[in-house]
């Protein structure tokens, strides 16, 4: 089973951009679909974006609107997700989280890492 683990969340101000890596291990990552969760203190997780292992395609959540871009590097065994105008609503633990096929469920997960947006 793969072993995922992520950084570089934190606190930023609205408006604000932070990148999120994801480094896995374990595995073989060139063959994975990657996403990324988050929850919010008193809600469910949720789902943010996804990259499949073939062409990655990429696949976002309404409220992503356009601000985070999930991308890959299959050398690097890391997936990242860049988030740009941040809003306070962004505030959340982010989870990586890997499977192979769309039909799998979300087998393997890392840590989180808390994302914090405010003034």
């Known amino acids: 089973q793969v072993q995922l683990v992520e950084s570089g969340g934190g606190l930023v101000q609205p408006g604000g951009s932070l990148r999120l890596s994801c480094a896995a291990s374990?595995?073989?990552?060139?063959?994975?679909?990657m996403g990324w969760f988050r929850q919010a203190p008193g809600k469910e997780r949720e789902f943010v974006a996804r990259?499949?292992?073939?062409?990655?395609?990429?696949y976002y959540a309404d409220f992503v609107q356009g601000r985070f871009t999930i991308s890959r590097d299959n050398a690097k065994n890391t997936v990242w997700l860049q988030m740009i105008s941040l809003k306070p609503e962004d505030t959340a633990v982010y989870y990586c989280?890997?499977?192979?096929?769309?039909?799998?469920?979300?087998?393997?997960w890392g840590q989180g890492t808390q994302v914090t947006v405010s003034s």
């Open positions: 374990g595995g073989t990552f060139s063959r994975l679909t």
């Open positions: 989280a890997a499977r192979q096929y769309s039909t799998d469920p979300w087998g393997s």
């Open positions: 990259i499949t292992w073939s062409e990655s395609r990429t």
